[in-house]
């Protein structure tokens, strides 16, 4: 055979024989270190000891990058494995996947795992660790993949060896352990240190509920302990803010089995909803919408000529009434679509912008409803835009204009654009598609954004850009989106005069910029840690009475606020003033007015905001100007408290 010529990070083209390892170049180039778990070669991810057999680069792969990472995670789930079959020789494997920040690996097992065995499994963990076995790639004909794993026992991996198509799979053994796989992997088991077993579910078998229950065990690896250290507290930070545990602590809403996936609101939630409505509604008017309210269930007839009874039944809660058969609305396009061919228009009236909060359903499945963030029933800051081709432009750099506003307004400023394109399944011509895609493009380049292309990604109907926010848990959210609609316009037959006296369709444009009210307001209270603005905060200032002496001024100071349209309440509970702060703090209340002998005396309010600093007494009127100048959205208000 001729030799191979490679080139590693040194620049340096090596000859060497085939055969010859990767790890040998990387070494022969000094980038080896314990840090390197696998070697990139022309491109492609492979295992440190495998032979090169052609010419071209080869780089390290370390253990902190993306694939670094991949290789570490999944190298941790065949190490999951080792440890399960050692300590329950009878358990059968199934598959183990890498999967956002760690891994999971599915057993056939009849009971489920419990804390005790996940901290016997971890210790074995350890022992094959510290054991630092040689992870080795074999590859073998299928049929002896087949007899190999039917020999051990081991059903379900004989199923899927049966499924490659391949004639020669590859094996990796470690010790006595064995599993089918493509690899790569890490060359030893030594360098998996930052693993950590995290929880425990039932899962079915090739996810069908059809097939029987599989017992996962999930968990996490990184390159380092202090990696692993950082992201466990990041999950522990996330528990403390997540939304529902927040939306029960500070009374905002809750859900109930009777209504699957459908929120209560409580009276302090429906503040937060009812302001976050009015905030968008006091930008319709600058912004040129006008807001309209449309029926909530339709016949399917308009459900077949929008394309969602084909596209999006699954997900629609149908009825039969009388002879008919109707549909409650997901969306609400396709009313707005009935509502524009209500009169004539003439290029003239546009564009017409029509708003909508009305309440959406949608049908998702039971086991993937979760707080608000996946619900039944929601409304969005809906609006659809009906315009001709000449306004398009125009009408997209205003969407823009808009969501910048709002975003400044919550200081979201670490913001992502997508731009996504044709799915495999879409509706209308293929030119309108496009000149839409275009169009969003020229939208966003004119706005100087760098954009991310997802192809295939866009709505059946049409293209669309998502302007996706960065939480403080370094989590991204797609909130305000754009699309252009290429079917409706012409499957509605909507028509309007343009100059010349012909009829032309109108370009129709589906925006929302909080998207839906639900789980923006889950978002929110995630990333602010419950810490509203002043503005949207349900109780805005709390007055705190230190004895019962108080209690006349105290409700004096609270009725003023109200009648100054501040959101105030009163504690005037016989309880220590610690008692009550602490409370206060609890409730994330922006605003704390303690009132003694001395401000009821001289008709003053002594300040403390929810961080802990407190403000010089001042006049009450004083302190109701100040309030209402901090409740404006967007204006610099009381910073939260430290922490969470
Ligand atoms: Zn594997
Ligand atoms: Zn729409």
């Not at 991949?70 to 399960?84: D, G, P, T, W, Y």
């Not at 409803?369 to 205003?398: F, K, N, W």
């Not at 922006?590 to 407190?614: C, F, H, I, N, W």
């Amino acid at each position: 055979m001729t030799s191979i010529t490679v080139t590693a990070p040194d620049g340096v083209p090596r000859t060497v024989e085939p055969g010859a390892r990767a790890l040998d170049v990387l070494k022969a180039a000094g980038v080896l270190n314990n840090q390197v778990v696998a070697a990139r070669v022309n491109g492609r991810v492979v295992d440190l000891a495998r032979p090169l057999v052609e010419d071209g680069d080869v780089a390290p792969v370390a253990a902190d990058s993306a694939d670094g990472l991949e290789v570490l995670r999944h190298s941790a789930a065949h190490l999951m494995a080792q440890a399960v079959k050692r300590l329950f020789p009878d358990v059968q494997v199934t598959i183990g996947p890498v999967i956002d920040n760690g891994f999971y690996y599915d057993f056939k097992r009849g009971a489920p795992f419990t804390p005790d065995d996940l901290e016997r499994i971890e210790a074995t963990m350890r022992e094959i660790t510290k054991a630092d076995f040689r992870v080795q790639r074999e590859e073998v004909a299928r049929a002896d993949a087949v007899a190999l794993f039917r020999q051990m026992g081991e059903e379900y991996k004989v199923e899927i060896i049966e499924s490659i198509p391949e004639a020669v799979v590859s094996l990796y053994r470690q010790g006595e352990f064995v599993d089918l796989c493509r690899g790569p992997h890490v060359p030893s088991t030594g360098r998996l240190k930052a693993v950590k077993l995290t929880t425990v579910a039932g899962a079915y078998w090739r996810g069908d509920s059809r097939n029987e229950m599989l017992q996962r065990i999930y968990g996490t690896a990184w390159a380092t302990a202090k990696d692993l250290e950082a992201y466990l507290q990041r999950v522990e930070e996330a528990k403390l803010r997540d939304h529902r545990r927040l939306g029960q602590q500070l009374d905002l809403f809750s859900l109930h089995p009777i209504a699957p996936g459908s929120p209560f609101f409580h009276p302090k939630g429906a503040v937060v909803y009812n302001t976050l409505v009015q905030y968008m509604r006091s930008l319709y008017g600058r912004y040129g919408y006008t807001e309209v309210i449309t029926p909530l269930i339709y016949k399917t007839e308009l459900w077949r000529t929008s394309g969602h009874y084909d596209a999006f039944r699954e997900d629609m809660f149908l009825m039969a009434v009388e002879d008919d058969e109707y549909g409650v609305k997901p969306m609400n396009c396709p009313g707005h679509c009935y509502l524009f061919a209500s009169r004539k228009h003439s290029y003239r009236d546009l564009p017409v912008r029509f708003a909508d909060f009305s309440r959406l359903h949608r049908f998702e499945a039971s086991g993937t409803l979760a707080g608000l963030t996946r619900v039944r029933s929601m409304a969005q800051d809906d609006a659809h835009i009906y315009c001709t081709p000449e306004q398009l432009d125009g009408e997209l750099a205003q969407f823009i204009a808009m969501t910048r506003e709002v975003y400044g307004v919550f200081g979201f400023d670490r913001v992502e654009v997508t731009l996504q394109t044709r799915p495999e399944k879409f509706l209308g011509r293929l030119e309108l598609w496009d000149a839409a895609e275009a169009a969003l493009r020229r939208a966003l380049e004119q706005a100087g954004y760098a954009v991310t292309v997802l192809p295939g990604e866009g709505a059946f109907y049409g293209p669309k850009i998502g302007f996706d926010f960065r939480d403080v848990l370094e989590r991204s959210w797609t909130l305000a989106t754009v699309q252009i609609d290429c079917a409706m316009p012409e499957r509605f037959g909507l028509e309007y005069v343009t100059s010349e006296g012909s009829l032309a369709t109108p370009v129709m444009v589906h925006r929302a910029v909080l998207g839906s009210l639900e789980r923006f307001i889950a978002i929110l209270l995630e990333h602010t840690a419950g810490h509203l603005p002043l503005w949207l905060a349900p109780v805005q200032v709390r007055v705190l009475t230190l004895t019962e002496r108080q209690e006349a001024y105290g409700r004096a100071v609270t009725a003023a606020l109200e009648q100054a349209g501040v959101r105030a309440d009163l504690d005037d509970r016989n309880e220590k003033l610690g008692f009550k702060v602490r409370e206060a703090q609890l409730q994330k209340i922006p605003y704390m007015l303690v009132v003694g002998d001395k401000e009821a005396e001289q008709g003053t309010v002594a300040p403390r905001r929810r961080s802990g600093e407190t403000v010089p007494a001042l006049a009450l009127a004083a302190f109701v100007d100040q309030v209402r100048a901090e409740s404006v959205p967007g204006a610099p208000g009381p910073a939260p408290a430290a922490g969470t």
